[in-house]
């Protein structure tokens, strides 16, 4: 699991990265920090779209961070809890 907090001023360039991370299945926790519990080749995707499409769009003013975590490794409190939750459809 991977967790990516970005901080970007442009508009369009934030609703284009908020997009593609929620195309790659990532989980919105907050309005700039999501949560990617997904396989390797999915995560390694993300991090080469950010290199290969949008670092070199970036500007001094901008940040992107990326946190491996593991399960154990992360609590969660609150409406979180319920995110990790199994859903059965009929």
């Known amino acids: 699991m991977i967790i990516i907090s970005y901080d970007i001023k442009d508009d369009?360039?934030?609703?284009?990265?908020?997009?593609?991370?929620?195309?790659?299945?990532?989980?919105?926790l907050q309005f700039s920090v999501y949560e990617v519990n997904n396989t390797q080749r999915v995560i390694?995707?993300?991090?080469?779209?950010?290199?290969?499409?949008?670092?070199?769009?970036?500007?001094?003013?901008?940040?992107?961070m990326i946190f491996n975590t593991s399960k154990e490794s992360v609590q969660k409190f609150g409406n979180a809890i319920h995110r990790d939750s199994e859903v059965v459809y009929f």
């Open 12 to 28: 369009k360039l934030r609703t284009r990265f908020a997009k593609m991370l929620r195309s790659q299945g990532a989980i919105r």
């Open 44 to 64: 390694d995707n993300i991090k080469t779209k950010i290199v290969g499409t949008y670092s070199k769009l970036f500007t001094g003013a901008d940040s992107v």
